[in-house]
């Protein structure tokens, strides 16, 4: 039973009858009535135009000339980005081309030299034969067999 008590409803409502006491409800009441003064007037999350009374200092006249030149200037950033990202694409794609051209020219994996530092397993991989790590691709690695 006193589970039940504890528990769902009877917790939020235990919660609900704790109020903040009087005094402290009033010393946030009068800290927070001072931050009610009007401000700057915002137009549904537009910039604002013109600062008027104790905020207009340079402070805030600086940081609405910056929030003036960021809106001025990110029209003209997509025709700068745009054309970048673009170009930067098909530098890739003429890269991978070229890459694999070279590749045709290569000879195949099992004609390749096998030098002593590659593929050293000092310890067996937890999965398959233990030999082959977790990108394993037979096309592209090669290790020979031990009667090779």
Known sequence: MSLLRNTGLTAARNLSRRSVPRQQLQNLQRRHA????????RNAGHT???LEGQFDNA???ERLAVKKHAAATAAHSHSVVLPALIMGGA????Q???HWEHQSHEPPVHERPQYSYMNIRTK?????????SLFWNDN?????SADE
């Open 34 to 41: 001072s931050n009610t003064e009007v401000g700057p007037v």
């Open 48 to 50: 604002v135009d013109k």
């Open 59 to 61: 402070f805030n006249r």
């Open 91 to 94: 530098n890739t794609w003429v």
């Open 96 to 98: 991978w081309v070229e």
């Open 124 to 132: 067996a991989f937890p999965w398959g034969d233990g030999d082959k």
């Open 140 to 144: 592209y690695n090669y290790k020979p």
